[in-house]
């Protein structure tokens, strides 16, 4: 079946520093979407892509729906100690409902 | 923003044992999607419904089923649980944004 490939798995920065991640499958997809979640949470949707070269952005949140629609990227800008969390890309895979996930990225702020 | 709301938040079973776990929504939404996230994955999609069908399985078992009511609330059962059935449960609806999760049920077979 298909799958997704986050990466990096993990990343350490300080604050104020910029992150980029990103997510690849081996199929295509036809969204793309970005979630965030924390400790003892369910998932919150962050960003929403809906067609192949898309930018979209949602305050410090900026992403892309990769041109190949096999690939989306995650960047977030100066980032703040709420940003800590575990970011999932998840997609719909072409004509199913049912959302696949990603690896995960989990985002630590180092004090 | 909608809110997806899941009871009981935590749950501890023996194994063997039968669960039930319960999703409710603000607003009736008509289709439903279930999810169990084991811990360090993402979320695995187990089952979806629409108006009270089921129309959609992942690579689950028979021993996980669900019902959806006319209410659009929904329920997943778990018969003869295992240990590996541990994990955090989610329900999502689908909105004109995507998907809304709530904030899971925290199972533990023991």
């Known amino acids: 079946g298909q799958q997704l490939n986050q990466s990096p798995q993990s990343m350490f920065i300080q604050e104020g520093e910029d992150v980029s991640m990103n997510c690849t499958s081996s199929s295509i997809f036809n969204t793309w979407l970005w979630y965030k979640q924390d400790p003892g949470e369910g998932p919150v949707l962050l960003i929403a892509l809906y067609k192949a070269g898309e930018l979209t952005s949602n305050g410090r949140l900026t992403a892309q729906f990769g041109i190949t629609r096999k690939d989306s990227f995650l960047n977030i800008s100066a980032s703040i100690p709420s940003d800590v969390g575990i970011y999932f890309c998840?997609?719909?895979?072409?004509?199913?409902?049912?959302?696949?996930f990603g690896t995960g990225t989990r985002l630590t702020i180092i004090p | 923003e909608t809110g997806v709301t899941q009871s009981p938040t935590h749950l501890i079973k023996t194994r063997g044992q039968q669960v039930t776990l319960r999703c409710s929504s603000q607003s009736g939404h008509n289709t439903v999607s279930w999810y169990q996230q084991a811990l360090g994955q993402g979320p695995q999609f187990i089952f979806q419904?629409?108006?009270?069908?089921?129309?959609g399985r992942g690579n689950f078992p028979p021993r996980f089923s669900g019902l959806q009511f006319p209410n659009y609330s929904s329920e997943l059962n778990v018969n003869a649980l295992e240990l590996d059935d541990s994990a955090l449960y989610l329900c999502a609806i689908r909105t004109a944004r995507g998907y809304t999760f709530g904030s899971g049920t925290r199972l533990t077979v023991v």
């Open positions: 998840a997609g719909p895979y072409f004509g199913n409902e049912k959302l696949t």
């Open positions: 419904y629409y108006r009270e069908e089921e129309n």
